[in-house]
Each structure stands twice: as C-alpha cells, then as structure tokens.
C-alpha cells in the first residue's frame, strides 16, 4: 500500500428516471478509495463494513478497485445509508441515516492495533455524514488529523453536508484547527459556502493555506484554483462535458490529486511544500480530468486509469 484512506462507506439511495432508488455504493472515503485504486494506486481503506448485504456490496466495491480493506474484523451494525436528492442539473444533495449503523464505529482501538507501516502511511481523510464532532469515528478520524507526527503526509477533505452539522461555528472551529499543519486540505466552493457565507471561496480558503500546507479549491465548471502560504499558486479549467450528474465528482478530483501527486513524488510534506508552480498544475489537471470524466456518467463511478489515458490522448 502507498496511501490509506480513512472515514465511512455508505450506501447511496438514488433515484432513478423512474423515481426508483437504486443503492450504490458511496461515501466520500471510500469513493476517493476506489478512484486511487481505479487509477492504479495501491490504497488502504480504514472504516468499518456491515456484515449485512450492503456491506457486502460496499466491499465487493473495494475490493473490484483492488483496494485493501486493513480492519480485519466487519460489524454487525447496519450498513449507513445516504438519500440522494438531484436537483435539474444534476447536482447531488444529501440526508442521513447515520446514528448506530456501521459509519460511525471507528474507534482508537482500531487505529492502534493497525501495523505499524500501515499506520505511517500517507493519509487522506474524507468526512461527510461523519463529522469531526460525530462519536465514534469522527473523534477517531480527529485523532489522526492530530497525530501528524506518526506520517509524512496528512490529506483533508471537508465535504461539509449541512444535514448533519447542528453547529456551525463548532464546524467550523474544529475544521480551522484539523486543517492547521495538515499538508494538504482539498476544498470545494460549496463547501466554503457554508462554512462561509457570503464570502468569496478563495478568500475564504486563505486562511488555511499557511505554513505550507497547500490548498486546493474546486469550483466546478469553473476549474479549481492551488493555494500556498496565503497567495494563489496556480488555477486549472475544468473540462467541457456532457453532465450526468455530479455525485462522487469531487471525491474523483481527490482520487485525481493524491495519484498525481504520489505519481510526481509529492506525497511527503516537505516535497509538496517545496513543489514548483508546474507540478503542482499539472497535478490539479489529472484531477480536472478524473472529475469531469465521472460527471459523464451516473452515481460515483470514477475512471480507470486506461479511460483517463485515452481520454487524454483522445
């Protein structure tokens, strides 16, 4: 394994032309899991499975994308469960059915009777029905944030879903201090948005973007923008193409990033911090490119590593 990926796997009700709810696989963790494992990247996922049959699915999912799953054991908790509303343009809101399934039982335990290589892994940690303040696995998932010493390398995506956040100036609060030290915080404008209102998504970003950590906002159709040390390093359009919709998009541009990232050496802190404008770049241009392409199809169904190839060269 080169990365691990922490935080819940869920499934995703979404509903079809007919009004159907189909059940897919989901969670923002697990989707960038699948989309490194997709792009050729050997991961580690580090979040509890159900023993029940979307469990099941949920680890068929994994495993199809050649994804190690490092917790031996699966729960008997049910499998949590996302609804998933599409608006006209098929941009993706969600609610939750969170309290006692398996999303939120990640505990210390677990994290400390991992190997010991497999704990100082680069680390990329997604939230999203799980916040920081969720017991249970957001204190853990907070747990690791801090431990920054144990890694080389410490990812955060906020993935801010205002169901689930009673308080948002805790939110916002706690997310101000995982961020701090965190090598690299991945950020779209909506949620900005929340956190933020009001505010413009880069200026909002700026203050995370301090003592080398580089951040990175998503502005869907209209690219993303790279931030160092408080100052715009580089911006990236996004792609022109026929929207599917946008569920798991933003989880693919994560998958995009980390694999550029790990392919040019950058996964360690201070060779990220120390990156030129140019590999930076073209870092966030795979990662335009993995998101636009799981934008031309439904759910959160990122791209193989031979589609990104002849997408490119197409």
Request: net charge negative.
């Amino acid at each position: 394994m080169r990365v691990l990926v922490a935080g819940e796997a869920l499934v995703d009700l979404v509903p079809d032309a007919a009004g159907h709810l189909r059940p897919l696989p989901g969670g923002s963790p697990l989707n960038v899991a699948v989309g490194l494992g997709r792009l050729g990247l050997p991961v580690g996922y580090l979040g509890p499975l159900s023993v029940d049959a979307f469990g099941e699915l949920l680890a068929a999912r994994l495993a199809d994308a050649g994804v190690t799953t490092v917790l031996p054991d699966r729960t008997a908790d049910a499998t949590t469960l996302a609804m998933v509303h599409l608006d006209a343009a098929g941009v993706a809101s969600y609610g939750f059915y969170l309290d006692g399934t398996s999303a939120v039982g990640l505990t210390p335990a677990d994290v400390a009777a991992l190997p010991p290589a497999v704990r100082a892994l680069p680390l990329h940690v997604s939230l999203g029905a799980v916040t920081l303040a969720t017991p249970g696995t957001g204190a853990t998932l907070a747990g690791l944030l801090a431990d920054r010493a144990a890694r080389a390398f410490t990812s955060l995506d906020p993935n801010v879903r205002p169901a689930v956040i009673p308080d948002l100036a805790a939110a916002r609060a706690a997310l101000d201090a995982a961020a701090t030290g965190t090598d690299l915080v991945k950020v779209s404008d909506e949620d900005l948005a929340v956190l933020h209102p009001g505010a413009d998504p880069v200026e909002a970003a700026r203050g995370w973007a301090a003592d080398g950590t580089l951040v990175v906002v998503t502005r869907g159709a209209e690219g993303a923008v790279a931030l160092r040390d408080g100052e715009v390093l580089t911006t990236v359009p996004s792609p022109r193409v026929e929207v599917v919709d946008t569920v798991g998009a933003g989880d693919a541009f994560t998958a995009g990033l980390l694999s550029a990232l790990d392919a040019g050496g950058l996964l360690d802190r201070r060779t990220l911090a120390a990156a030129h404008t140019e590999a930076i770049t073209t870092a966030l241009g795979t990662a335009a490119r993995v998101a636009a392409l799981t934008c031309t199809r439904p759910g959160a169904d990122p791209p193989r590593r031979s589609e990104l190839v002849e997408a490119t060269d197409g």
